[in-house]
């Protein structure tokens, strides 16, 4: 280990920078052999490497350095060609020196056995070829590949952590120019605090003048007016002349801490920006780590693929690069392994064999986004329905009301996994839930698109800075909360009228789609006030989103919009569910700020539960109710036709088409179909038909509600078999439901 603390740091940050050079330039050596200036830039940062080294006297970092400049001499002079057997050689030189270095700063056992990586490359220094030609590795690469693996080596850091940062001497001065403004506001404090002191000195002697005037005020109590008229008189100039310098030193002293505020306002405000600003790294700081995990990867796993980086200029918070590399390294892994094809597979689909993954980062408004976008198979809904059935992380029932946007969802639950095969990158049904749990202990957000055949991508969402965040106040039965505005989407009020339930859920219409919601009371446990009348006013409802989807939390009331010090869990707390952490209000008060990932997933399951806790009610109450086939492609007029149904007591399931219905139908009894006609996959006349076609269905009552009103179209209706056709533009609700309850 160094000893001298100060150039333990130094070496540390040079090695840390020329490493990363030379892991880049590599990766462009390998591809384009024939770049000499490139293969300079290898070299010459491989000598200044072992030059450092042997300054610190760290002779095996030194050795392994010659021998990797000494097979990039021989590539130089064409004594040796650019082969992939070769870049394996030098990586694992640069990852033995990683490790070899991180055992000088922090003294922890390496356990490189140097004199092995010195017989590796005398056995290849001396190998010539006649050309340029890049070539997979025999087995004795694969051989020394485990080895390198077995002893630790790794391309990356296992704790991956920014020790120092790089700061424009720009900010240095401007940082100085505010530390001396705070200096002048501490002159000023210190003036006014001197005058503050005058006053209550001032003060004192008033109290005292006071005191010996006593005996003059009991004269005059005794009625001896006249002759205590002249010290009376007297005692007022007196007690007049103190109150004016008192006074005027007020005023004067008010003026002054109005301006000293002001300037601390600004000075604090413009600190903890520039300050923030300092911590910012850009995301390439992050992205450049991960060409070489592909290269490694894809070779491991007999695939071709390359990445792509867009947006690494894009900056963030340096805690945010720090532990994103997991995340992504996750992401990339399982895109590899289970995502893209190999060579010949790709070929047949008429895809190229070189697969493609793109990392690329953008800003909006008020966060950061990271996608990493491959083109490989991609994933199968039906797939993902299958394998959460079966190991149980969500129930037939529940999957069954879920969008396709909470059905890819599931790949983030614990457990999920659709492969069969457990391989040292992926298939243990671990990964994905840890991605989501990370991110989200960022204040992020991820979620995922994806097509059978066309490719999937991963968005994050995530915060640009994690010291502060601007907050919604909002307080719930007495009690203070806030909530990260980079999830509020807005606010609006809602009554009791407006609510109507979905599937056992809370919902409302807001911009014309139904939005699930609930009372934060609800979701936190609280014990409120009692007997509160909630019925009879409009509440707040704040609409939030954290992927795709949006819900509604409704508070009592809407406090304040502010950027707040956002202090995380201690130690003890690392996790506490719907909790973000926790900031101090300017009053003093302690505000919990709430996680809504939490509070959407505890929604959910509060529903759920409240679901399973009604199902022998509702199972008694269905074998009473009708039950109605409701088939319709339009999420708004389901919604409407649905709350419609459920006011007359019918039982209603959904359908999203006619093939959504039709598998249904054969699922379980109904006593009456309501479908749409225009509808993808099967619309309302193939469905008509084929239920007339089947003789189980032959008495079953289909009324067909459709915007097509022509008579050759309701005579279309009524020739397939249809036994009511309703139009849209004239539907009559009383009407509806008069022809339903006539036909069953």
């Known amino acids: 280990m160094i000893e001298d603390k100060e150039l333990r740091d130094i070496f540390k940050i040079e090695c840390d920078e020329r490493i990363q050079n030379i892991e880049g330039n590599l990766l462009h050596l390998e591809k384009n052999p024939n770049d000499l200036e490139n293969l300079q830039d290898v070299s010459r940062e491989v000598h200044s490497l072992k030059g450092a080294a042997r300054m610190v006297c760290l002779n095996d970092v030194e050795t392994t350095a010659h021998h990797m400049e000494a097979i990039l001499e021989k590539i130089k002079s064409g004594e040796i060609v650019v082969t992939t057997e070769k870049i394996d050689l030098i990586y694992?030189?640069?990852?033995?020196?990683?490790?070899?270095?991180?055992?000088?700063?922090?003294?922890?056992?390496?356990?490189?056995?140097?004199?092995?990586?010195?017989?590796?490359?005398?056995?290849?220094?001396?190998?010539v070829?006649?050309?340029?030609?890049?070539?997979?590795?025999?087995?004795?690469?694969?051989?020394?590949?485990?080895?390198?693996?077995?002893?630790?080596?790794?391309?990356?850091?296992?704790?991956?952590?920014?020790?120092?940062?790089?700061?424009?001497?720009?900010?240095?001065?401007?940082?100085m120019t505010y530390s001396s403004e705070l200096m002048v506001s501490k002159t000023n404090i210190?003036?006014?605090?001197?005058?503050?002191?005058?006053?209550?000195?001032?003060?004192?002697?008033?109290?005292?003048?006071?005191?010996?005037?006593?005996?003059?005020?009991?004269?005059?109590?005794?009625?001896?007016?006249?002759?205590?008229l002249d010290e009376l008189i007297g005692f007022h100039k007196a007690q007049r002349k103190y109150l004016e310098k008192i006074e005027k030193l007020l005023r004067q002293e008010r003026g002054r801490s109005y301006e000293d505020n002001e300037r601390l306002d600004y000075i604090v405000n413009e600190l903890g920006e520039k300050i923030s600003n300092i911590r910012l790294l850009p995301l390439s700081t992050l992205f450049n780590l991960f060409p070489r995990t592909v290269r490694d990867i894809s070779r491991d796993k007999l695939k071709e693929v390359q990445l792509l980086i867009?947006?690494?200029?894009?900056?963030?918070?340096?805690?945010?690069?720090?532990?994103?590399?997991?995340?992504?390294?996750?992401?990339?892994?399982?895109?590899?392994?289970?995502?893209?094809?190999?060579?010949?597979?790709?070929?047949?689909?008429?895809?190229?064999?070189?697969?493609?993954?793109?990392?690329?980062?953008?800003?909006?408004?008020?966060?950061?986004?990271?996608?990493?976008?491959?083109d490989g198979a991609g994933l199968d809904i039906e797939s993902i329905k299958r394998t959460a059935l079966k190991k149980k992380i969500t129930s037939e029932e529940a999957i069954n009301r879920m969008s396709s946007t909470e059905i890819q969802s599931l790949i983030f639950e614990s457990g999920f996994s659709t492969s069969e095969i457990v391989t040292d990158v992926?298939?243990?049904?671990?990964?994905?839930?840890?991605?989501?749990?990370?991110?989200?202990?960022?204040?992020?957000?991820?979620?995922?698109?994806?097509?059978?055949?066309?490719?999937?991508?991963?968005?994050?969402?995530?915060?640009?800075?994690?010291?502060?965040?601007?907050?919604?106040?909002?307080?719930?039965?007495?009690?203070?909360?806030?909530?990260?505005?980079?999830?509020?989407?807005?606010?609006?009020?809602?009554?009791?009228?407006d609510i109507f339930p979905i599937e056992r859920q809370k919902s409302i219409i807001h911009d014309d789609k139904p939005v699930s919601i609930s009372y934060l009371s609800e979701i936190l446990e609280l014990n409120?006030?009692?007997?509160?009348?909630?019925?009879?006013?409009?509440?707040?409802?704040?609409?939030?989103?954290?992927?795709?989807?949006?819900?509604?939390?409704?508070v009592d009331e809407l406090l304040d919009e502010r950027v707040v010090v956002l202090k995380p869990h201690?130690?003890?707390?690392?996790?506490?569910?719907n909790v973000l952490g926790t900031t101090i209000l300017g009053t003093g008060e302690v505000c919990v700020v709430l996680n809504p990932s939490d509070l959407e997933k505890t929604m959910k399951k509060y529903t759920l539960q409240s679901s399973a806790q009604r199902g022998t009610i509702d199972n008694e109450e269905q074998g009473k109710r009708k039950s109605i086939l409701l088939v319709e492609d339009s999420i708004s007029t389901r919604t409407q036709e649905k709350r419609i149904l459920e006011s007359a007591s019918y039982e209603v399931v959904i359908a999203v088409d006619g093939v959504d219905a039709w598998n249904k139908l054969n699922s379980r009894t109904f006593d009456a179909i309501v479908s749409d006609i225009q509808m993808p996959n099967m619309d309302g006349w193939a469905l008509t038909e084929k239920i007339r076609k089947d003789k189980k269905y032959k008495e079953l009552p289909v009324i067909l509600v459709t915007a097509l009103s022509s008579d050759e179209d309701r005579k279309k209706g009524v020739e397939l078999g249809a036994d009511a056709y309703i139009n849209k533009p004239t539907f009559d609700q009383t009407t509806f439901l008069d022809i339903l309850k006539r036909l069953i």
């Not at 201690?570 to 569910?577: C, D, S, T």
């Open 92 to 127: 694992h030189g640069l990852d033995s020196i990683r490790a070899l270095v991180h055992e000088a700063v922090t003294g922890e056992p390496s356990g490189i056995d140097v004199l092995s990586i010195v017989s590796h490359f005398n056995d290849n220094e001396m190998e």
């Open 129 to 175: 070829a006649p050309g340029n030609v890049q070539e997979r590795p025999n087995n004795k690469d694969k051989s020394l590949v485990q080895e390198y693996e077995m002893r630790g080596l790794n391309s990356q850091p296992e704790n991956y952590h920014i020790d120092a940062i790089r700061v424009e001497t720009s900010k240095l001065d401007t940082l």
């Open 190 to 228: 210190m003036r006014q605090l001197a005058n503050i002191d005058e006053i209550i000195d001032m003060w004192d002697e008033l109290n005292k003048h006071t005191y010996k005037n006593i005996p003059l005020f009991r004269e005059i109590e005794r009625g001896h007016i006249s002759k205590s």
């Open 310 to 374: 867009k947006g690494g200029e894009i900056t963030a918070d340096k805690r945010i690069i720090e532990e994103m590399k997991d995340p992504l390294t996750h992401i990339i892994r399982n895109a590899i392994d289970h995502g893209i094809e190999i060579p010949h597979e790709r070929e047949k689909l008429g895809k190229t064999r070189l697969a493609t993954i793109t990392m690329r980062a953008f800003r909006t408004a008020a966060n950061i986004v990271i996608e990493v976008e491959d």
């Open 426 to 497: 992926s298939g243990r049904g671990i990964g994905l839930d840890v991605v989501r749990t990370n991110i989200e202990r960022l204040k992020g957000v991820v979620s995922v698109k994806f097509s059978s055949g066309v490719g999937t991508i991963f968005s994050i969402q995530l915060p640009t800075t994690l010291t502060t965040t601007r907050v919604l106040i909002v307080s719930e039965y007495d009690r203070i909360f806030a909530l990260p505005m980079e999830y509020v989407q807005t606010n609006r009020f809602v009554s009791q009228k």
């Open 528 to 554: 409120g006030t009692k007997n509160r009348d909630r019925k009879s006013k409009e509440l707040p409802c704040i609409i939030l989103s954290t992927g795709h989807d949006q819900f509604g939390i409704v």
């Open 570 to 577: 201690g130690a003890i707390l690392k996790r506490v569910r």
